[in-house]
């Protein structure tokens, strides 16, 4: 059973930056994807970015690409999302999620097995 925990969400205005942290229960260098989503309310959840922690290789949907950027901490278990530039837009629950084995990685959301429970963003303006 993989267990993942998201952290750090908030409230925060428009221009400003969040930093969402995924503790996950296994070792992230033997995972061959992670990937945060998100979903607004009436909205389709929709792929954010995804690293492939043993060659750090990031992908990222056009939306968000040079405002968001996706790191990992492979010694503590951890994937970060640094939210810079956030826009009303923006505003979701953030889902970190994880695929075990198999070759993808990137920010289709099907292919993932493990999520965690989600952690509320949000952005005034």
């Known amino acids: 059973q993989v267990h993942l925990a998201e952290s750090g969400g908030g409230s925060v205005q428009a221009g400003g930056s969040l930093r969402l942290s995924c503790v996950a229960s296994i070792y992230i260098v033997n995972v061959n994807c992670m990937g945060w989503f998100r979903q607004a309310p009436g909205k389709e959840r929709e792929g954010v970015a995804a690293i492939r922690p043993g060659d750090g290789a990031t992908y990222y949907v056009d939306s968000v690409y040079g405002r968001f950027a996706i790191s990992r901490d492979s010694a503590k278990n951890t994937v970060f999302l640094q939210m810079n530039s956030l826009k009303p837009e923006d505003t979701a629950v953030y889902y970190c999620?994880?695929?075990?084995?198999?070759?993808?990685?990137?920010?289709?959301?099907?292919?993932?097995?493990?999520w965690g429970q989600g952690a509320q963003v949000t952005v005034s303006s």
């Open positions: 999620a994880a695929i075990s084995s198999g070759g993808y990685c990137g920010t289709l959301h099907p292919f993932f097995e493990h």
